[in-house]
């Protein structure tokens, strides 16, 4: 571990996590921070939780709507309709 | 409102024919956007308000706004893009009725917490407690009932505005100019704000995976 190579210490990685998964590194800040990543498994396994992470954030939304909400809103709708048009 | 860069898309055409549809009067158009979005609106606007019983009521108002304004939707964002900011928009102005008294700059509250504990790294910066690799946790354990419970726990507990981010981007899946433009923020800005969001997050599935 240390600094691997990079100069980058791991406190300092867990930081930059978000940069460089938004692609907002510099070319030269991002070539140093994957070769952290290659030569720290502790970077590496922070990196991989942080992205198991996000697809189950994108997974959260399988809720459905309540059945109030859904006649609520028909009602709604069928009021407009008879306004509007 | 800057247009977006103007392709035909799929996703532009089939936003089109709902247009048409509900300019139409066609009520089950309308449905199927409702149980597309309604609960994406809902879990968004709580982030705005003080409880699940205003963000229905702001979902509904939001709903009401989109049948009222579909005849001047332009087709400039998506139909979806168009529907959150209307939803922005109203869970605003109830959030700050409803809560007066915390001004949404209290978001900042937490500036410059480190998105792990300092304790996790020795005198030279490197890891002294290393995470541990999840790849042999199940997709099904972290998908499960409980893992997500922890999730919306976390999620909940953020700062109003670092939690729009999150959910806007990670969960609904909007691009980051988008919630940039949606939430009035800086570029920088929003990547701070998601960024500690992300960490709180990762942090607290950590600790119940542990």
């Known amino acids: ?85 | 409102m800057r247009p977006l860069e103007h392709k035909p898309s799929p996703e532009a055409d089939a936003d089109a024919a709902f247009v048409e549809r509900l300019r139409a009067g066609d009520e089950a158009a309308f449905m199927e956007l409702v149980e597309r979005y309604q609960p994406a609106l809902v879990r968004l606007a709580q982030s705005f308000v003080p409880s699940r019983a205003v963000a229905e009521e702001v979902a509904q108002e939001t709903w009401l706004g989109v049948l009222n304004g579909i005849d001047r939707f332009e087709g400039r964002s998506s139909l979806k893009t168009w529907i959150f900011r209307i939803l922005v928009n109203r869970a605003k102005t109830r959030g700050e009725r409803e809560s007066r008294s915390v001004p949404f700059s209290s978001l900042e509250r937490e500036d410059g917490e480190p998105a792990v504990d300092p304790d996790r790294f020795g005198a030279d910066g490197a890891w002294s407690s290393p995470p541990r690799s999840w790849e042999g946790e199940p997709e099904a354990r972290l998908l499960a009932g409980e893992a997500r419970s922890v999730i919306d726990a976390e999620i909940a507990k953020l700062p109003p505005v670092q939690r729009q981010v999150i959910t806007l981007r990670d969960v609904e899946g909007f691009g980051a100019a988008e919630v940039r433009d949606l939430l009035d923020l800086t570029d920088g800005n929003q990547r701070v704000l998601l960024h500690r969001a992300r960490s709180r997050v990762r942090r607290g599935l950590e600790e119940y995976l542990s």
């Open chain 1, 1 to 85: 571990m240390r600094l691997v190579g990079s100069g980058i210490p791991c406190r300092e990685m867990v930081e930059l996590v978000t940069d460089y998964l938004e692609g907002a590194l510099s070319w030269r800040e991002r070539r140093r921070f994957e070769r952290h990543i290659a030569g720290c498994d502790g970077c590496r396994a922070y990196l991989e939780q942080m992205r198991r992470t996000l697809r189950v954030l994108g997974r959260l939304d399988e809720e459905t709507i309540s059945p109030e909400a859904r006649d609520a809103l028909l009602h709604a709708f069928r009021d407009w309709r008879a306004e509007a048009r």
